[in-house]
């Protein structure tokens, strides 16, 4: 079988199913990506070809649709990488794209009878999801109108897919319901033989040892920003820290903009909130770690008294279900699709987005009981190895879907399961 994946970030979510892949007897495996985001996946049988970074759109082209121009000159980048491949006589089975950038636009113009499964990470949408979520930030009209267009190229691309799969079934669901019939759900999966509890880390800080015993709250995010709730974190830390004299607030991420409009005057978002609240805190007791390597983010959620964890409704982040796997007790937003995930006093705790008094109250509870929420850090952990674990469930399921679809045939779908409800701790 010959499989292709497509990715601007690659490996992004294929990490694990590409190697797999390529690890199978009589599997082809190729990838196609921006040529600056190649080589980090190093696997002597994935072998990567990559495109040149495109130019962004013209100056005088409607802010509608600039992205969607950006979209079509990178697949028009792919495209070319494909026609070289299919002049070289490659034909692959089944295309493993992510879309969201626009590579997928034109793969059935050069492979008409290859497969395409997409990755159907998020459809944006005018209401009930990230866009006029936040009042902090007004949604105004030409946003609004801006959010239609800006899917149009998401649309011309799963139009032409035979099936997509998206990690959440809230992800699932974001998409226009004609297509929702022929979106999988399969989460991108938890090595949860890598990430897992140890009562026995220990966390380096400025000569410092911290361990267990200490009172560590965690916060982490690619970039400290608006749509991962960093402003709302910030604002309910001098009360976190007013309850909590011993406590230590770890904060792990860039200051760069994954998502959403960019910080005003050339600031970032991680020192505007900062610059907000500083005079109020004990400064000592906040560390800006940055990014950090990925066993470091282990060791650091391995000793984690309590992670926090907000989102806009969007894309799920990975860190959040590594910190359940890490037998982490989290508290996260009561927004979706967190709570698809976590259910209030079982696995894990949730409160309003919006409120910083619960938030810090909430802390203050959960660090007050930790001995008493030692089963929550415990059903937490069930829950990935039950529904997020790589190897028994995740990486099973995608690679069968592959398989499927390399045969020619179509998966059956289970039912979504219903919403939990939010309860009081």
């Known amino acids: 079988m010959k499989t ?12 694990h199913i590409a190697p797999a892949l390529a690890d199978m007897p009589g599997n082809e495996v190729l990838a196609i990506g921006e040529e600056g985001h190649l080589g980090r996946l190093r696997h002597p049988k994935v072998r990567e070809i990559g495109y040149p970074e495109p130019r962004g759109a013209g100056e005088k082209t409607h802010f509608y649709v600039r992205r969607l121009e950006t979209a079509v000159r990178r697949g028009q980048a792919t495209a070319r990488r494909c026609f070289d491949l299919q002049a070289k006589g490659y034909r692959p089975d089944v ?24 990755f159907c990470e998020f459809y944006y949408n005018s209401k009930g999801g990230d866009s006029g979520f936040d009042p902090e930030f007004p949604y105004e009209m030409n946003s609004r109108l801006a959010t239609r267009i800006r899917n149009s190229h998401l649309l011309l691309s799963v139009e032409t897919c035979d099936w997509g799969v998206a990690p959440t079934h809230w992800q699932q669901a974001s998409f226009p319901k004609v297509f929702q019939d022929k979106i999988s759900v399969i989460f991108d999966g938890v090595d949860t033989e890598v990430v897992k509890p140890d009562p026995e880390a220990v966390f380096e800080l400025d000569g410092r040892r911290l361990t267990r015993d200490d009172e560590i709250v965690t916060f982490v995010n690619r970039n400290l920003e608006p749509y991962r709730g960093y402003h709302v974190f910030m604002r309910a830390l001098p009360e976190i820290l007013r309850r909590r004299p011993k406590a230590e607030v770890l904060i792990v991420g860039g200051r760069d903009v994954s998502y959403g409009p960019a910080a005003p005057d050339g600031k970032s978002y991680a020192d505007i909130y900062w610059d907000e609240i500083k005079d109020q805190v004990d400064a000592s ?68 987005f919006f409120d910083t008094r619960q938030l810090a109250m909430r802390v203050d509870e ?49 039912p979504a399961p219903p919403r939990p409800a939010v309860s009081a701790l």
């Open 4 to 15: 292709l994946f497509i990715h601007q970030n690659f490996p992004g979510q294929y990490k």
């Open 95 to 118: 295309i493993c794209c992510h879309p969201g950038w626009g590579d997928g636009l034109f793969l059935r113009d050069v492979w008409p009878d290859a497969r395409l499964l997409y």
């Open 285 to 352: 007791r906040v560390h800006f770690l940055g990014r950090i390597p990925y066993p470091t983010f282990l060791k650091l959620i391995q000793v984690s008294s309590l992670h926090v964890y907000l989102t806009y409704p969007f894309v799920l982040s990975w860190s959040m279900i590594e910190a359940l796997s890490a037998g982490c007790l989290v508290l996260g937003s009561a927004t979706p699709p967190v709570e698809e995930v976590i259910r209030d006093g079982e696995n894990g705790l949730l409160f309003d």
């Open 366 to 414: 959960a660090l007050s009981n930790l001995e008493r929420l030692q089963p929550l850090r415990e059903a937490a952990r069930r829950t990935v190895l039950e529904r997020y674990d790589l190897r028994r469930i995740c990486l099973p399921k995608q690679l069968e879907l592959v398989r499927c679809l390399a045969e020619g045939r179509l998966p059956d779908e289970a």
